[in-house]
């Protein structure tokens, strides 16, 4: 199987990691971490006239077509360079849920805005108890005349705070953990009866914990089937879950680059300890988790197309077990090599492990998804 990239893909990680070394260095995401929301509306409209937030939008709909590949190429790019703007919860999520379930009428709403920067979204999803189990949910939508009520509570929406769209999952009908009664709203972020409480995650993104309290919307806002949304909602995350590994890659390979070059420079009795050989082990040690952290990125960016939802879950969880412990291990041995300066604000390699201790809780830690695969039998 040929794993090269095409010419097309070339130039497109060339041109996003030309951009991110013009404008992202780590001083400057300082800076846009300040800003409203978190992130940058400057840097959001240059990736928008780049065209990247068109890329996984049919052509008919005004994007370029692109797949998983090419999402995967820029969401490495995004992690080497701890990039903090929502392509994630708006590219990734919000156009997943679009693509795959949108009505043409939704797809005309609300793709051209994503496509032109102005609208972001954010994916309401989890709940107080919920844990990592998607279709365990307790807000609720109820039908009222030609529309739907929403109400309940959501927590750690990223960018909750300034996003312009909602997607929210709530309940239809059935128990709390039923599969089925379960549909995907797209709720203005402004709407009557929504209250949000804003802060910081630990890897310097924003969030809210979002109420709703009686929030009426329209029949148009439901996604698709209302009371069948579930395999949607796994479709969606699934995707959003490899473009995570794609990201967590980056961190890896921009932790093990940063590290080489510490032991190389850092001098202990009079010489360089990466002269030292334990400490050429450790690297070592980190390259191969590294590597292996690759091939299972690649493996979930191809499973994310798969048809078969059986097959991409497992692909899909496999590879999040692989990240999160080579995330893990990467991450406590590039802050290990620092020593103290690794766990400064001023050091990225400190921030770069922040992100990928959050990555790894992101839509189930690697003992979740290693219990997944467990329960189904297997990869084999």
Known sequence: MDFDLSEEQRLLKESIERLLSDSYDFDQRKKYLREKGGWSSAIWNRLAEQGLLALPFAEHDGGFGAGAVETMI?????????????????????????????????????????????????????????????????????????????????????????????????????????????????????????????????????????????????????????????????????????????????????????????????????????????????????FVALEQAKSMSMFATMAAGFDDASQRSEAVAAAKVQIGRSATFIGQQSIQLHGGIGMTMEAKIGHCFKRLTMIEKTLGDADCHLRRISESGGLL
């Open 74 to 286: 820029v969401m490495e790019a995004f992690g080497r360079a701890l990039v903090a703007e929502p392509f994630l919860p708006t590219v990734v999520v919000g156009g997943g849920f679009l693509r795959h379930g949108g009505s043409a009428a939704q797809k005309a709403a609300h793709i051209p805005s994503i496509i032109d920067g102005s609208n972001t979204f954010a994916f309401a999803q989890l709940e107080k108890n919920s844990r990592y189990d998607l279709y365990d949910v307790t807000t609720s939508a109820k039908k009222k005349g030609g529309g739907w009520v929403i109400s309940g509570e959501k927590f750690v929406v990223i960018n909750g705070e300034s996003a312009n769209t909602l997607i929210v999952t709530a309940r239809t009908k059935a128990k709390q953990r039923d599969k089925a009664g379960i549909g995907v709203f797209l709720v203005p972020a402004n709407a009557k009866g929504i209250s949000k409480k804003y802060y910081p995650t630990q890897d310097g993104l924003r969030a809210a914990d979002i109420t709703f309290t009686g929030v009426e919307v329209g029949n148009d806002a439901a996604v698709d089937d209302p009371e069948n949304g579930l395999p949607l909602i796994e479709r969606v995350v699934d995707e959003a879950r490899a473009a995570l590994c794609a990201e967590a890659v980056g961190l890896m390979d921009e932790s093990l680059k940063a590290t080489i070059e510490y032991l190389k420079t850092r001098k202990q009795f009079g010489v360089p300890i990466g002269s030292f050989q334990s400490l050429q082990h450790r690297a070592a040690d980190m």
